[in-house]
Structures are given as C-alpha cells and as structure tokens.
C-alpha cells in the first residue's frame, strides 16, 4: 500500500525570505528542540522562550550580546495563551504532544503563524546555504535529498561568486546615475556575469574584476584594465 501523507505537505508554498528584526517569535519549550530552534531564529529577530527549565545551551545563548534572546519561566500547563501576544510566529517545541497542539490551534485562532516540530506548519524551516550577501534556501519531502544538494551547491558556490555579488552591487549602485534606463542597466549586469573574463579575474584581484566589469559601462574604460601592468601580472 502506498504511504499516506498528510495533505498539508503537499499544498504549494511560496519561499520567502522574510525580515523578522521586529517581528517576535515565541517558542514553547526549553529542551533541545527549543534551543535549536531559538539558535536559528535568534539570528533574525527577538525570540522569547517559554518552560519551567531550560538547556544548558540556552543558558549560555542567552548571554550572547549579538542576540535577543528572553528565557521566561513558567508552567505552561497551567496557562499559555497570554504569552502569545504580539507573536508573528509561534513554535509549539514542548515534550507533551497534546500541549503543543493546544498551542497550535490557539495561534492559529490568532492568524499567527506557527513552525511545527512534527509534522508541516504553515512555516517550513529550509535548510540555509549562506556565503555573504548570497543566501540559498533549499526544501524537499526527503530531508536526505535536502542534504545531498545542499553538500553539491556548497562545491559550486565558491568565493567567487561572493566577490561577484559584491562587484555587482556596486555596479548597480554606480549605474543609477550613469545609465538612465533600467533596461540598459540590466544588459551590463547580464554581460557581465557571461564576460568570462570578470569571472577570471576575480580569482587573481577584485579591482582588476571591478575594473573590466566597468568596461560594459563606460566605452572609455575598456583599454584601462591593463594599464601599467605587466603580460606576466595579468597571466
């Protein structure tokens, strides 16, 4: 017979990358779940963590200053709908099942969004490939499959292609001013990223990198690249 799966997991869902700087998440539970989630979320915006004891781990992530992390103790089968308030995203992360669906549907009554520990939520934590400005955000059914092309694309995104979105966001910024129309500015960045050559050099020197990718810019510019620079230098 075929696996049955729960019809959550198979309703469209639209990535997003989303500024949680203002935005709270309350998570229910100190264990290692609600460590692990508050580690992640912690990253991005205040977290508040809820139970009666809290992981060693927690302890210690409390006292990062680079975070805003809050520890409140209490007994959460004696009440936990006022810690709610003022959520955007609710984490039921306790060890009582029942708990954790009473959560849930309170959230829920709330039009707050919640990240299940069992099961699909209505926010799905991706696994994060991040190299610099360039962030990779990948979900599959199969969390070995997940692995898989996560460990492939940390081969191919090498520390190129960071230096290639450094240099392509000062060339829009540059580009504002200089050419006027937005559909000119997008062919510069689209002969730069196929210029071989920027690609090339940005593995010997960013402003030699910098310097080319201009070249799709401004037609005086495209002899300047080797300017007082030796064959040997530039090879």
Aim: proline share 4%.
């Amino acid at each position: 017979m075929a696996e049955q799966r729960d019809d959550k997991s198979r309703r469209p869902r639209l990535p997003l990358f989303l500024d949680l700087l203002s935005r709270l998440v309350v998570i229910f539970g100190g264990g290692a779940v609600g460590e692990r989630k508050a580690r992640l979320f912690s990253q991005y915006g205040p977290v508040i963590v809820l139970s009666r004891d809290f992981s060693p781990g927690l302890l210690d992530l409390v006292k990062d200053p680079q975070r805003q992390i809050e520890l409140v103790k209490c007994d959460l089968s004696c009440g936990f709908c006022k810690y709610l308030q003022g959520a955007f995203i609710a984490i039921p992360a306790t060890s009582d099942s029942e708990l954790n669906r009473a959560i849930e549907e309170e959230a829920r009554s709330r039009k707050i969004l919640v990240n299940k520990v069992e099961g699909v939520g209505d926010v799905v934590v991706p696994s994060i490939l991040q190299r610099g400005s360039i962030a990779i955000a990948i979900s599959t059914e199969s969390p070995g499959l997940t692995k898989y092309l996560r460990l492939r694309l940390e081969e191919v995104l090498t520390e190129n292609y960071q230096d290639m979105a450094r240099l392509l966001s000062q060339i829009r910024g540059e580009n504002k001013e200089l050419v006027p129309m937005q559909k000119d500015r997008a062919r510069i960045i689209r002969e730069i990223l196929l210029d071989d050559e920027v690609w090339r050099l940005l593995e010997v020197s960013y402003e030699k990198a910098y310097m080319k990718a201009r070249s799709h810019v401004c037609l005086d510019e495209r002899d300047s690249l080797d300017a007082g620079d030796t064959p040997q230098g530039l090879h």
